[in-house]
């Protein structure tokens, strides 16, 4: 942003803006080639779900102009630390599975 936006007009333009990246088709990719790593991706997909319910409750805040909420930080941390961790499971899953091949 380097100071041309401020905090809450990048926040407005990211609300605006549809996420380019479609995710269930990379799910869907993953569950494909990596069968044996589904209930790892269920896990993360679940903990993608709490993540965005997080995320619409504080849009619905901040467009009725509260803009900030310890509660929606402290949830959206928590959520991030868990999406952390499935993350870091899987990918030691699939590194496991690269060296079998």
Known sequence: M?????????LDLAIDTKNA???????TLAELYFDSGH???DEIRQIL?????????FKRLYKSGQTSSKEHLRKMSAELISLDGAIDSYKKALRSYASEL
């Open 2 to 10: 380097k100071g041309d936006l401020t905090y809450n007009e990048a």
């Open 21 to 27: 990246i479609n995710v269930d088709r990379l799910f």
């Open 39 to 41: 209930a790892r991706l």
């Open 49 to 57: 779900e709490k993540v965005s319910s997080v995320n619409e409750e």
